[in-house]
């Protein structure tokens, strides 16, 4: 009844997946799963940029923000919210891997405008950052439903014990 | 003074039983140890689609995208409660299961316009079949989210953008939900 999963914030998930791939002769990746973790350690305790990576994104910001003024036609507005959600992917994939490649303590290194600009990893449309979603979630939840179906079994055997236990059925013998 | 006081006593116990029985209650609810509304149906259903679901990988694995599309197609009018049924209301690993599905074979479609190709309209209206009258209502979980991002990228496709940002909002509102599930620890 104890037995307590470590949560998705524990360092031991990240030592686990690198004593995995040093276990497979460091064939494979899991930097994409170290980047989630990041992800969701950033998203419990967001973690500032520094100036000048906050300037480099502000610089791929900007052009979108001007001539935004008044009346925006319909394409525009199809233009906005795309672009909107790229750029907010793209930055935090930037903020993860600037995080994830800095040491935990001391100066950090200067960011690398280059590297800011091609580190953009995912597909920076909404329905494949979904997709994304749901292939973390889907795991947890099939187990959950495997719980119900067999909590389910559970009290089928239960109401089929007592109904043999029940005066009156049990018996046959003289 | 002494009846007042025994009154007082005896309503004080009956309290603490009413509020321990209460506390009892959700805490097996919580436990996952109340088994869910008729059990029989949703052992059944969730027997039956764990062998479609292999049978469907197995046909992936083999290639065999028409016949995976087939048994998935075969699945919407098949093993559902009835819609006036306990279960289809108040059990929501039925509903879940049911946009489990659906989200598959949408998904399938999707990835394989090749096989069987149905019009965009037509996978909307599976979608929209899927989603029934009750997925507003049922508890947070990815299948109902990922039905809703399919939706999304439906209505994206049919440039209806409006609608499509709201369905990829509902989607994004689910994942909300569970990540905060999952990074706060409950249940």
Known sequence: MSDEKPGVLDPQWEDALRAGQAAEGERGSVESELAVLHLLRHARGPQPLEPDALDAVWSELEPEIAGQGGFTTWWQRLFDWRVGVGVAVASAAAAVIFFAASPAQGPLPPPDADAVAQAPALDPTLSATLQTQFDLLEPAARAQIDGDVAAGRGALRTELLASIAAPGTVGGAP | ?187
């Open chain 2, 1 to 187: 003074m002494t009846s007042g006081r025994w009154t007082q006593r005896l309503g004080l116990v009956g309290a603490g039983i009413v509020l321990g029985a209460g506390l009892m209650f959700v805490g097996l609810a919580q436990a996952d140890r109340i088994a869910p509304a008729r059990p029989g149906v949703l052992v059944a259903l969730g027997q039956k689609l764990e062998v479609e679901h292999r049978a469907v990988d197995l046909k992936i694995d083999r290639g065999d995208i028409a016949g995976a599309i087939a048994s998935l197609e075969s699945l919407r009018s098949g093993p559902w409660p009835a819609e006036d049924a306990d279960l289809a209301r108040a059990n929501d690993v039925a509903v879940a299961l049911r946009h489990d599905v659906y989200g598959r074979l949408v998904r399938l479609r999707l990835d394989h316009p090749e096989v069987d190709g149905k019009p965009t309209a037509g996978l909307l209206s599976i979608v929209e079949e899927g989603l029934g009258e009750d997925a507003g209502e049922v508890d947070a979980n990815p299948f109902t989210a990922r039905l809703y991002a399919l939706q999304g990228e439906l209505f994206e496709a049919e440039g209806r953008d409006d609608d499509a940002l709201a369905a990829y909002e509902k989607a994004l509102e689910i994942n909300g939900i569970l990540l905060e599930r999952e990074l706060g620890g409950a249940p």
